[in-house]
């Protein structure tokens, strides 16, 4: 297994994603961009962005960088500690759960984030599935 937000884990996430992910089965063929800032990364306290764009339910593409994102426009954003996200990738809490208990800020639409909240929580458990790894 490999360290959450490195260069390691968005390689195995990537091959993952597309090998074992069925773009209408399971990502239900959306189109979407989610952009999601994690604040107050271990150790240094830093921002990373982890950027995602699926087109008719096939990753188009996967970026990890630091400090603000300018690359690309994300249809959502969604803001949250190092913490909330550790919980979320480890399986100890939903993205639905941490947006309803204000862990996690979404800025975008909420109905259109309702409706691919199921493909999304795919995605996590597919991404929880190559790292065990986390910052303390």
């Known amino acids: 297994m490999v360290k959450f937000l ?5 390689a195995y996430g990537k091959i993952f994603l597309l090998e074992k992910l069925d773009p209408v089965k399971d990502l239900k063929n959306i189109t979407t961009s989610l952009l999601c800032v994690i604040e107050n990364v271990p150790p240094k306290g830093i921002t990373m962005n ?27 954003v969604i803001t949250g500690l190092y913490g909330t996200y550790k919980d979320i990738i480890k ?3 939903s993205l639905a ?11 975008g639409s909420k109905m259109e984030a309702l409706r691919i909240i199921k493909p999304i929580d795919v995605v996590i458990d597919s991404l929880r ?3 065990d790894e986390f910052e303390e």
């Open 6 to 10: 490195s260069e390691e884990w968005i």
């Open 50 to 76: 982890l950027y995602l764009e699926f087109q008719q339910g096939k990753l188009i593409d996967i970026i990890v960088n630091t400090g603000a994102f300018t690359e690309k426009e994300a249809v959502f």
């Open 91 to 93: 399986g100890n809490m």
């Open 97 to 107: 759960m941490g947006i309803l208990k204000n862990r996690l800020k979404l800025k």
């Open 129 to 131: 599935k190559v790292t």
